[in-house]
Nanobody
Framework: HVQLVEYGGGSGKAGGSLKLSCVFSGHTTSGYCMGWFRQTTGKEREGVASIATGGGSTYYADSVKDRFTISQDNAKNMVYLQMNGLKPEDTAMYYC????????????????????WGQGTQVTV
C-alpha cells in the first residue's frame, strides 16, 4: 500500500526559501517517477517538477526553473523540493505524486500520469 506524506510547507517571504519533503512508504522510490504539483483555488493542478528516481532526470515548469530544485534520497525514500526566490504566485497547495517509471517519460506526465498522491501541504508567500 503506497502512501505519500508531504511536510515542510508554511509561510515564506518573497525572495525567501522553503523546502518541502515527501516521504514515500509502501515501496522503494527506485524505479518511480516522482513529481511535485501545485494547485490554487479555482485552477487546475499543475506540474512543478519531476524526477525519475532511477536515473535522476529532472524536469521543471518554466515558472519555477532556476528557482526550485527537486532531489531524492532513495535510501530514505524521500523526495524534496527546495524552493528559492519565492514569489507570491508560488502560493498554492503543493502535492507529491508518484507512479511507476514504466510508461511515458516522467517529464511528459501530467496529473493523469500519477496514481499515488499525498494529501498536500500549503505554501503561502
Amino acid at each position: 500500500h503506497v502512501q505519500l506524506v508531504e511536510y515542510g510547507g508554511g509561510s515564506g517571504k518573497a525572495g525567501g526559501s522553503l523546502k518541502l519533503s515527501c516521504v514515500f512508504s509502501g515501496h522503494t522510490t527506485s524505479g518511480y517517477c516522482m513529481g511535485w504539483f501545485r494547485q490554487t483555488t479555482g485552477k487546475e493542478r499543475e506540474g512543478v517538477a519531476s524526477i525519475a528516481t532511477g536515473g535522476g532526470s529532472t524536469y521543471y515548469a518554466d515558472s519555477v526553473k532556476d528557482r526550485f530544485t527537486i532531489s531524492q534520497d532513495n535510501a530514505k525514500n524521500m523526495v524534496y523540493l527546495q524552493m528559492n526566490g519565492l514569489k507570491p504566485e508560488d502560493t498554492a497547495m503543493y502535492y507529491c505524486a508518484a507512479d511507476s517509471v514504466a510508461g511515458p517519460l516522467c517529464y511528459t506526465r501530467g496529473v493523469p500520469g500519477y496514481g499515488y498522491w499525498g494529501q498536500g501541504t500549503q505554501v503561502t508567500v
